[in-house]
């Protein structure tokens, strides 16, 4: 049995209220896939989390990100071809982990594509995804036998 939600079964309560927070996150936030799946791709490269990876690559590419822009993210890269409203997606992500915060400038052009509910839903969406992939890289899930990781560590210095 595999579930990246299995850490979390130490804390019983914490693994069902994150599962309904999931369940949420997935089924009923604002976002068209496509958006949805580029947020969960900068996620993964961001935390280096090689299962989101795996399941979210197929998933995006599927819902329209770019092959050639869903490797350059895994190469830590700012992709080439993203449509405008990727664009803006990613740059309030990418700004948002950067600076755990937002200029004024991105917010309010995140705001005049998605609006204020997207702003919660996308912050609610990685704030999930995050929480999974931490946990993941704490407890050292692994990947199944013989699959090779597919993401390098991101080069950070620790202050």
């Given at each position: 049995m595999f579930s990246p939600l299995l850490p979390m079964l130490r804390s019983p309560q914490l693994s069902l209220t994150a599962e309904r927070f999931g369940e949420y996150v997935y089924y009923s936030t604002a976002?068209?896939?496509r958006i949805y799946e580029l947020a969960v791709l900068l996620l993964a490269r961001h935390t280096t989390q090689q299962y989101?990876?795996?399941v979210h690559y197929p998933l995006a590419i599927k819902a329209g990100i770019k092959p050639e822009d869903a490797?350059?993210?895994g190469a830590g890269r700012r992709p080439a071809h993203l449509a405008a409203d990727e664009a803006i997606a990613y740059n309030f992500i990418v700004e948002l982990y950067d600076r755990n915060?937002?200029?004024d400038a991105t917010y309010a052009k995140f705001v005049g594509a998605f609006g204020e509910r997207g702003v919660v839903e996308l912050v609610g969406l990685l704030g999930y995804y995050?929480?999974?992939?931490l946990m993941m890289n704490v407890?050292?899930?692994p990947l199944n036998p013989g699959t090779?990781?597919?993401l390098a560590?991101?080069?950070?210095a620790l202050p």
């Open positions: 976002f068209e896939k989101e990876w795996r490797d350059a993210i915060a937002l200029s995050n929480t999974i992939a407890n050292r899930t090779v990781p597919l560590p991101l080069a950070r």
